[in-house]
C-alpha cells in the first residue's frame, strides 16, 4: 500500500509539473533562467519551512548536512538553470518528451549505483511509457525554432541531475522526513540561485513585471516549487526511485490537457493513445507481478 501512496504521489507531483513546463516557457523570456529558479524555490522553501519547525522528525546537523546541501545545489540549483535554459531554446513539447528520459536515466543510474536491481518488467513500462509520451507529443513536434536541439540537451542534462537526486535522496528522506528534507535542500538551492542573480543585477528586471506575470511566479513557487517537489520527496520515501521517475511521462500529458482545455487547442487521436499506453507502461512498471 506504501508503494501504492508513492506513485500517486509521484503522478500527482509529474501532473503539476506538467502544468509548471508552460508557465515556465511563457515567463521565462520576462527573466532569465537562475532569476526564476530563484523565485521558484525561494517561495517554495519559505512555505514548507513553517511545516518542517512543527516535524518532530531529528535535523541533520553537522556533517549530515553536507549530504543534503550537495543534493539541494543539485536538483534546486543546477537543475532548474539547465531545465529553464532549455525552453529558450526549444518547445515545451520537446522539452517535456526530453524530460521523459528521466525513468531511463534513473533506471540506469540507480542499477549504477546498486541502489535498484534492473528488471525486465521495470525495463518494459519505462519503455512502453517513453513511447507513449513520444506518440502524444507527434502532433507538435516537427514545429520547433531554430537551434532546439540544444534546449534538448539541456533538458535531458537537467534529467541526469533529477536522476541522480531521486536516487540518493530516499535513505535522506527516510531518515530525516519528507518535509525537513525536501525544505532543507530547497532554502540550500534557492539561496544559491538567490545570491548569482542579486550579483548579476537578475531581480532588477522583476520591476517591469505586471500582475499577470507575477501571478505566474506565484504559481511556480506555490505549486511549482512547494507542492511538487514536497510530494516528489513523500514518494521517494514510499517507493522505488523507478517507480516514481516513471510517472514523469505524465508531465507533458498533462501539458497537453491543460493546453486543450484552456486554450481551446485541439485533442487529437495521438494524444489518447499515447495516454492510454503510459498508463499502460506506469501499470507494468510499478507492478510487483
Given amino acids: 500500500m506504501s508503494d501504492v501512496f508513492g506513485v500517486l504521489a509521484a503522478v500527482l507531483s509529474s501532473s503539476i509539473g506538467g502544468l509548471s513546463v508552460g508557465v515556465t516557457r511563457f515567463v521565462v523570456g520576462a527573466t532569465d533562467p537562475i532569476t526564476l529558479g530563484a523565485f521558484r524555490f525561494g517561495i517554495g522553501a519559505a512555505l514548507l519551512l513553517p511545516f518542517a519547525l512543527r516535524q518532530r522528525h531529528r535535523w541533520p546537523d553537522g556533517p549530515a548536512l553536507v549530504p543534503v546541501a550537495a543534493l539541494g545545489l543539485l536538483y534546486f540549483a543546477l537543475f532548474p538553470i539547465l531545465f529553464n535554459a532549455s525552453l529558450i531554446y526549444t518547445t515545451a513539447a520537446r522539452g517535456s518528451l ?74 535522506l528522506a527516510l531518515a530525516y522526513g519528507t518535509i525537513v528534507y525536501t525544505t532543507l535542500a530547497m532554502a540550500t538551492g534557492g539561496l544559491a540561485l538567490a545570491g548569482i542573480a542579486w550579483a548579476h543585477g537578475g531581480f532588477a528586471v522583476t520591476a517591469a513585471f505586471d500582475t499577470t506575470q507575477w501571478s505566474l511566479v506565484a504559481f511556480l513557487g506555490v505549486f511549482g516549487g512547494a507542492l511538487t517537489f514536497l510530494l516528489w520527496s513523500y514518494a521517494l520515501e514510499r517507493t522505488t526511485p523507478t517507480r516514481v521517475a516513471i510517472s514523469v511521462t505524465v508531465n507533458p500529458i498533462a501539458s497537453a490537457i491543460f493546453g486543450a482545455y484552456a486554450l481551446n487547442e485541439p485533442i487529437t487521436i495521438n494524444l489518447v493513445v499515447g495516454l492510454v499506453i503510459v498508463a499502460v507502461g506506469i501499470a507494468v512498471a510499478t507492478s510487483n507481478r
Avoid at 536541439?149 to 535522496?169: E, H, N
Fill in 98 to 171: 526530453a524530460l521523459s528520459t528521466l525513468p531511463v536515466l534513473t533506471m540506469l543510474v540507480g542499477a549504477f549505483l546498486r541502489a535498484e536491481p534492473l528488471t525486465l518488467r521495470k525495463s518494459t513500462g519505462v519503455a512502453l511509457a517513453t513511447i507513449g509520451v513520444a506518440i502524444a507529443l507527434l502532433t507538435n513536434l516537427g514545429t520547433a525554432p531554430a537551434g532546439a536541439w540544444r534546449g534538448d540537451l539541456l533538458m535531458v542534462a537537467a534529467a541526469f541531475c533529477m536522476a541522480f537526486y531521486s536516487v540518493w535522496s530516499r535513505p
